[in-house]
T-cell receptor
Framework: KNEVEQSPQNLTAQEGEFITINCSYS?????LHWLQQHPGGGIVSLFM?????KKHGRLIATINIQEKHSSLHITASHPRDSAVYICAVTDMDSNYQLIWGAGTKLIIKP | GAGVSQSPSNKVTEKGKDVELRCDPI?????LYWYRQRLGQGLEFLIY????????KSGLPSDRFSAERTGESVSTLTIQRTQQEDSAVYLCASSLNSGYNEQFFGPGTRLTVL
């Protein structure tokens, strides 16, 4: 069993839909990261959080430490949101190494 | 340019040749990471530098791979006697320090070994 699991693996939705991507982890963490990788490879850090909720534009990330679960939400989705969304955690025993999820490939159709 | 830069952006080489990939981190970032991403796969940790501490080389796949970093600035990843399985995108990331480790990624170097 992977230490960081994401679901769904692939998601296709229509423009305007509310999107939820889930991440569950099995290790103790000091932080959880959500990153975005566009076709062509560039990776952008979206959020780093250790508790509660963060919002940036149409993106919202939440984390439940007790349940070891995080969600990334996209409101009013747009074709430009099409990308791979990656969840990664900083293992509590290592303050620098990230344990990576496999990613969720999101396609938003116009 | 305030971001992480990498060069070259693309490198095509013949099997058996050596290649050197360069990463310029964000100024002031003491932590630097190298990752490898094969086509259709996730990121694979290679090596981590933090200030003047000994690097964590635990992710290097073989002794053909080595990396150096000059102080808290540029880093080079060297692959000797390249093999076709080395073909991948090599990504560099930097962060402010190891305790606050939001990572900022460079655009990557796409390496193709023929």
């Amino acid at each position: 069993k992977n230490e960081v699991e994401q679901s769904p693996q692939n998601l296709t939705a229509q423009e305007g839909e509310f999107i939820t991507i889930n991440c569950s982890y099995s290790v103790g963490i000091s932080a959880l990261h959500w990153l975005q990788q566009h076709p062509g490879g560039g990776i952008v850090s979206l959020f780093m959080l250790s508790s509660g909720k963060k919002k940036h534009g149409r993106l919202i990330a939440t984390i439940n430490i007790q349940e070891k679960h995080s969600s990334l939400h996209i409101t009013a989705s747009h074709p430009r949101d099409s990308a791979v969304y990656i969840c990664a955690v900083t293992d509590m025993d290592s303050n620098y190494q990230l344990i990576w999820g496999a990613g969720t490939k999101l396609i938003i159709k116009p | 340019g305030a971001g992480v830069s990498q060069s070259p952006s693309n490198k095509v080489t013949e099997k058996g040749k050596d290649v050197e990939l360069r990463c310029d981190p964000i100024s002031g970032h003491t932590a630097l990471y190298w990752y490898r991403q094969r086509l259709g796969q996730g990121l694979e940790f290679l090596i981590y530098f933090q200030g003047n501490s000994a690097p964590d080389k635990s992710g290097l796949p073989s002794d053909r791979f080595s990396a150096e970093r000059t102080g808290e600035s540029v880093s080079t990843l060297t692959i000797q006697r390249t093999q076709q399985e080395d073909s991948a995108v090599y990504l560099c990331a930097s962060s402010l320090n190891s305790g606050y480790n939001e990572q900022f990624f460079g655009p990557g170097t796409r390496l193709t070994v023929l």
